[in-house]
């Protein structure tokens, strides 16, 4: 199944998988039965309820994000930003051949630097355009941190499922910190301060729910994408979840086989029994 979540209110999409996997690998027959931040948000409450009718057990899921670069959301969105105002403002030239935008991974700045940044690069290519075309490199720097490159794709560079004509964009390198090596007993203090930020805003909207089973479900992105059980029950170590919160798993949507991505899901406490 290759639903996303949604953005706001009930994460239905996100959740519904999670549940459905836990009924699948557990035995259980959990059904939705409310989005409870919707249905009450006087108070804070957790985003689902579930209920399993044979055996009168509930389930209450949160979902949070989680990303290591702690900005990578936001330098997403920039790279998206970026893409879409090459596609707009580039997209009435005449391309009889396939070309290619090179841009930095991970676009850092406040919105308004990153699109001037793109838009005076889609003016710099239209107006050096009966050049390019004929295939002569055009590049450009904004700062230390903004640099694009613009060319026609060589033949033996295309890959196979690369089409015949039309402007690609294509994102290099990486930010600094993607890939570093993360302690888990030293985790960077504004990881640590968003994970406690976590726990905190979930003990709250679990306190009215002891009892029942309650699912904190995280979301990585990033770095914290392919961290295993075992180092998160390390983090957990110096960061101790709070009472309320009475499982925390994960759920992660990317490749699991050759043939495709799908759902995974990790329980990350509490530590199973051996």
Same mark, same amino acid.
């Given at each position: ?45 957790? @985003? ?5 009718? *044979? ?6 899921? &949160?979902?949070?994000?989680? $990303? !290591? +670069? #702690? ?23 005449t391309i009889d ?10 676009? @850092? ?5 990153? *699109? ?6 889609? &003016?710099?290519?239209?107006? $050096? !355009? +009966? #050049? ?89 992105h990033e770095d ?51």
């Amino acid at each position: 199944m290759s639903c996303l979540p949604q953005s706001g209110g009930c994460e239905r999409p996100f959740t519904d998988v999670f549940v459905a996997h836990l009924n699948l690998t557990e035995g259980t027959r959990y059904v939705h039965s409310a989005c409870l931040d919707v249905l009450d948000s006087t108070v804070p409450q957790p @985003e689902a309820l579930y209920l399993d009718a *044979e055996s009168g057990h509930q389930l209450v899921v &949160e979902r949070k994000s989680i $990303s !290591w +670069p #702690i900005d990578y959301p936001y330098r997403h969105s920039n790279d998206h930003v970026v893409g879409d105002i090459f596609s707009r403002e580039l997209g009435d030239l005449t391309i009889d051949d396939l070309y290619e935008i090179r841009l930095p991974m991970l676009i @850092e700045g406040k919105r308004a630097s990153v *699109e001037a940044f793109a838009h005076q690069a889609a &003016e710099q290519i239209r107006a $050096s !355009w +009966p #050049i390019v075309s004929t295939g002569s490199g055009l590049k450009g720097r904004a700062g230390d941190k903004w640099w694009w490159r613009f060319h026609k794709v060589p033949e033996d560079e295309r890959e196979d499922s690369a089409p015949a004509t039309g402007l690609t964009i294509a994102l290099e390198g990486q930010a600094l910190s993607l890939f570093d090596f993360l302690d888990p007993a030293d985790l960077p203090d504004v990881l640590s301060a968003a994970i406690k930020k976590i726990f905190t805003n979930c003990s709250g909207k679990f306190a009215s729910y002891q009892g029942i089973r309650r699912i904190l479900l995280l979301d990585p992105h990033e770095d914290l994408q392919t961290k295993s059980a075992d180092w998160w029950h390390n983090v957990w170590a110096n960061l101790p979840p709070p009472q309320q919160i009475g499982e925390i798993w994960s759920g992660v949507f990317d490749g699991i086989d050759e043939e495709g991505k799908d759902w995974a899901f990790q329980r990350l406490h509490p530590t199973p029994s051996i």
